[in-house]
């Protein structure tokens, strides 16, 4: 089993208590280890990763929101200690992380499996369910 890294929890900081709790339950779940690349972000880092094409927004879910916390976190695997957003058990981690919040009653949105930018590493709570 593995567990996250003291760098992946701090990265977790000023996340949603319910996707962190899915993150959390996910990395017991999955056999395959990962981290938390991106939690939390200022308007700043987004304005530069939309600039870089790798966002559509500049209202991203890692932006604080009303309620206070971040509602979007970025994954990697962990591969032959590298991190890797490409590899093709990544799908290992979105298994785990739907288990999850199947589990806690969490709604979850994958990056990974939207029709018009497709944003593999992301997951944010779901845009419907809470209110944002």
């Not at 994954?75 to 200690?81: A, D, K, P, R, S």
Request: a positive charge.
């Amino acid at each position: 089993m593995f567990k996250l890294s003291r760098r992946s929890l701090g990265q977790l900081e000023g996340v949603h208590p319910d996707l962190v709790r899915v993150v959390v339950r996910a990395i017991e779940l999955t056999d395959i280890d990962f981290g938390v690349s991106e939690g939390v972000r200022i308007e700043y880092r987004q304005k530069q990763l939309k600039a870089q094409g790798k966002s559509t927004t500049l209202k991203s879910k890692h932006l604080v929101q009303h309620d206070g916390f971040g509602h979007a976190v970025d994954l990697y695997c962990l591969v032959g200690g590298k991190a890797s957003w490409e590899h093709k058990d990544f799908r290992k981690v979105i298994q785990a992380m739907f288990t999850a919040a199947i589990e806690l009653d969490v709604q979850i949105q994958a990056g990974g499996l939207w029709r018009s930018f497709i944003d593999s590493p992301h997951f944010q709570l779901n845009q419907n369910f809470y209110g944002v």
